[in-house]
């Protein structure tokens, strides 16, 4: 990849570009590739270190990272012990850092590198961050370990304990002290904090305190020693340092060439985002070693607007937030070239890609759904329900749901009266289908033709049907539905049982719902929080398992592999292909699926949505989604990705809110977000679409290589 060059341009046009920028350069959809380096490093050899040092900080500029972090103590090794306190080397180490602030000249990148520092009379443990050559600042350690293996205190100052706000340093004036965050102002929402090594270990470490004062990025230099045991909890606390601060977080430790007088060291660098790992180094590696990650800079700032405790936060630690001083600076970054993603963003947001995750997540939401079914009926105290069963992937999924509610009550299958009805469109497949599946579950069973109420209100109306006339309008459509939704609500007054509806989340996002009918309207739904693909899922995953009995799992793998139809519009011939093919009106459910997640999860604009589908369904390398097996291996290309977006955008702000503001009670099953208007969705009716229509046109037709 080629090294991105020093940007002269005025500050003004940068920060403008890094708004807009080469559609297909990271930076340009706040992102930050960020870098941790672990060099090989020889106890007090300064010059080795600082050359191990900046042989990794080129890779990761050339790799495009803006920040590269490196161990505490890097420029000295952390083993020196009682060689800290020698004139020597705490010489060669300011000379060291002087080779390297040079070196960082040409750089459009921060560094942060580790050394120990005298300042009044007292050594300090230290993290120096140089860009382009200049030190921005410099942060002593505030909790120095003294337990164990560790003796830090016999060498070391706390940065508690100075007054000192400026030091002389490699000839340049530079802030010092631990309340500092570097703001990269020519990457928007790029802003640092950096703490060493047990900062991170105690009860509140001050990081804690920088993001509530606005860092979307902690750096941990550290040394760390290496025991049984210490690399997973290192794991659990950088992740969960970084969820509960809603940030990034980079941690790295000492490797290959520390002293083992009493110590090993393992190497380890980690970069986590809210708790998600991103990347991590291989351990006990002989040579230097680096790792990259794409930090998703916007998606941070999202969380912390979204969860107002955050800013509750901020104003109940004031006193702390105001100590931290703010250091602004530029790196010059160019973003008129390619700089594609190297972040894994899987194709399906809602369905993990590991088959162990995915069994968990299907086994979750399944016992959501029926726990909530089960608290329903016990609430009203009605121990019956009516379902639609049209042999389509919904009705299916919530008819499990229904007989495993039964189940847990200790009532008989008999219970859910189970009605299929069809209609002008109906196919011999589903129809069979749906006598099967209602078959396997043992419920009450109805086959009611809606054909001759259906012809009845055709012509109590006056439709051309009536007349003979081969007219299939939307009329024709929904009469058919409202004559099905009619039905299931008196045969729920008849048997003293409520409907349950089996509408999807992915219709409501879609609009792909007649509103008043079956797909719409219930008395509780149990689908409405479920997306289409997951719902996919969840049905194979019932198969799979072997949780019906007989020929069960082959009747659902059937219902899987139908094409999805409403079967309201007669087809050409019987036995034939469906008249009506839903994903040719609305776009295919797993990509509108993708575009629902980060539009409603995270509020992403669509030029942002359609860069992290490009990188989601990009073409991959054979056999690299082993997991998938079982999902068409579907490619899409730009222009495909920004067309289905441009259906998603129309119909979700546009057309059908006023569907989702009266949808009836259905539990929310994930993070993901639901449409309900009582819970993670409030939205007029009558809004406008031209603001996410706007920033879609800034997406490209073709993709770099066209």
């Known amino acids: 990849m080629p090294s991105r060059k020093f940007d002269t341009r005025s500050r003004a046009a940068r920060q403008a570009h890094t ?88 750089l459009p990148a921060a560094l942060v590198v580790g050394l120990p520092l005298r300042v009044n009379h007292a050594l300090f443990n230290c993290a120096v961050v140089v860009a382009q050559g200049r030190i921005l600042g410099v942060v002593p350690k505030t ?14 100052t706390s940065g508690d304990c100075t007054v000192a706000r400026h030091i002389d340093l490699a000839g340049q004036r530079a802030p010092f002290g631990a309340s500092m965050l570097f703001d990269v102002s020519d990457v928007p929402g790029l802003r640092f904090h950096v703490e060493i090594c047990e900062d991170v270990w105690v009860p509140i470490p001050p990081s804690c305190f920088a993001a509530l004062a606005g860092a979307t990025v902690l750096v941990n230099l550290s040394a760390s020693n290496i025991v049984v045991g210490k690399s997973g909890y290192r794991h659990q606390l950088v992740g969960q340092q970084s969820a509960r601060c809603l940030a990034a977080y980079l941690y790295t430790s000492a490797g290959r060439g520390e002293s083992s007088t009493d110590l090993a060291w393992d190497g380890q660098a980690i970069i986590y985002e809210n708790g998600e790992l991103l990347a991590e180094s291989e351990r006990f590696l ?3 070693h680096l790792i990259v990650a794409d930090v998703d800079l916007e998606r941070l700032s999202h969380e912390r607007m979204r969860q107002t405790t955050f800013g509750q936060s901020v104003l109940r630690h004031q006193a702390e937030t105001e100590r931290f001083q703010v250091v602004s600076f530029e790196l010059g970054l160019a973003f008129d070239q390619a700089l594609p993603l190297q972040r894994e963003v899987e194709r399906f947001p809602y369905v993990p890609a590991d088959r162990r995750r ?90 009611i033709d809606i054909r001759p109420s259906c012809e009845q209100m055709l012509k109590d109306i006056g439709h051309p049907y009536a007349q003979g006339q081969d007219v299939y309008d939307i009329t024709f459509e929904n009469v058919q539905a409202g004559e099905r939704t009619s039905h299931l ?11 349950i509806g089996t509408g999807d989340l992915s219709e409501l996002a879609l609009g792909w719902c007649t509103y008043g009918v079956g797909d719409h309207m219930s008395h509780y739904n149990v689908n409405a929080s479920v997306p289409k693909t997951l719902i996919a899922h969840l049905v194979r995953w019932v198969a799979e398992t072997g949780t019906v009995e007989g020929d069960g799992s082959q009747v659902l793998l059937d219902i899987l592999a139908t094409e999805i139809s409403p079967e309201l519009v007669p087809g050409k011939s019987d036995g034939g292909a469906p008249a009506q093919r839903t994903e040719q009106f609305i776009g295919p459910y797993e990509l509108q699926d993708f575009n629902l997640y980060y539009i409603l999860r995270y509020g992403f604009a669509p030029a942002k949505v359609a860069f992290l589908a490009l990188a989601a369904w990009q073409d991959r390398e054979k056999g690299e989604w082993p997991e998938e097996a079982h999902v068409a291996r579907n490619q899409y ?58 920033d879609l046109a800034n997406v490209p037709e073709t993709g770099p290589d066209a």
């Open 358 to 447: 995915r069994d968990q997540r299907c086994n979750e939401v399944y016992n959501i759904q029926v726990q909530a079914l089960v608290q329903r009926l016990s609430a009203i105290d009605m121990d019956k329900v009516v379902i639609g069963v049209s042999g389509g992937l919904d009705s299916t999924h919530a008819l499990l749901v229904c007989a495993k509610a039964m189940d847990r009550l200790g009532l008989p299958r008999s219970h859910i009266i189970a009605a299929t009805m069809p209609g002008f469109a109906t196919s011999g497949r589903t129809l069979q289908q749906a006598r099967a599946l209602m078959r396997l579950i043992g419920c009450t069973t109805l086959e």
């Open 19 to 106: 708004m807009t920028g080469n559609f297909f350069n990271l930076y340009s959809h706040r992102f930050a590739r960020v870098a941790v380096g672990v060099p090989r490093c020889k106890v007090a050899d300064p010059a080795f270190n600082a050359a191990q040092t900046m042989a990794l900080a080129r890779d990761a500029v050339a790799q495009g990272a803006a920040l590269v972090a490196f161990p505490e103590l890097g420029l000295s090794a952390y083993t020196c012990d009682d060689l800290f306190h020698q004139a020597a080397l705490l010489d060669g180490c300011e000379r060291a850092l002087a080779v390297i602030v040079e070196a960082s000249r040409d």
């Open 489 to 499: 609500f008196r045969l729920a007054n008849f048997h003293n049982a409520i409907v």
């Open 286 to 288: 002989d040579d230097s």
């Open 143 to 156: 909790y120095l370990p003294n337990y164990g293996e560790f003796y830090e205190a016999r060498q070391f």
């Open 637 to 694: 290309e730009l222009a495909a990705i920004k067309r289905n977006l441009g259906i998603f955008v129309h119909r979700f702000f546009k057309t059908s809110q006023f569907k989702r503001s009266c949808v009836p009670n259905a539990p929310k099953v994930g993070s993901g977000g639901s449409l309900s208007p009582r819970g993670d969705w409030r939205a007029p009716s009558d809004s406008e679409k031209a603001v996410w229509e706007a």
